[in-house]
């Protein structure tokens, strides 16, 4: 199974920003869409962003459009989440998945259906008011 490792929470006041990155193992990383998911405390998880395989489109939940980017550098294998005007309704852990499918579903909740690799440890994002 796929292994992911994620990076780059904090803390951080709102209107900051961060950067979160994901490393994965798999060879075919190139092909898959990839995606990002958080979920809150007495919440469940939920996806937040998408990006293609090979056109590397992308789609976001409506919460973070306009905030977040992400990206991919398949030469490091790494997805990257750019997130910038936080706010406190953000604070989650972040986790990246790969998906089963090379596009992206227009429906977030399908993300997680289509999940292929296994979860990481995810990484804490608290944004503080």
């Known amino acids: 199974q796929v292994q992911v490792v994620e990076s780059g929470g904090g803390l951080v006041q709102a209107g900051g920003s961060l950067r979160l990155s994901c490393i994965a193992s798999?060879?075919?990383?190139?092909?898959?869409?990839w995606a990002w998911f958080r979920q809150a405390p007495g919440k469940e998880r939920e996806g937040v962003s998408c990006i293609s395989g090979s056109t590397y489109t992308s789609m976001y939940v409506d919460s973070v459009k306009g905030r977040f980017t992400i990206s991919r550098d398949i030469a490091e294998r790494t997805l990257n989440l750019q997130m910038t005007s936080l706010k406190p309704e953000d604070t989650a852990i972040y986790y990246c998945?790969?998906?089963?499918?090379?596009?992206?579903?227009?429906?977030?909740?399908?993300?997680?259906?289509?999940?292929?690799?296994?979860w990481g440890q995810g990484t804490q994002v608290t944004v503080s008011s």
């Open positions: 998945a790969q998906l089963t499918s090379s596009l992206c579903s227009s429906s977030p909740s399908a993300w997680l259906n289509l999940r292929r690799s296994g």
């Open positions: 798999d060879l075919d990383y190139d092909l898959s869409a």
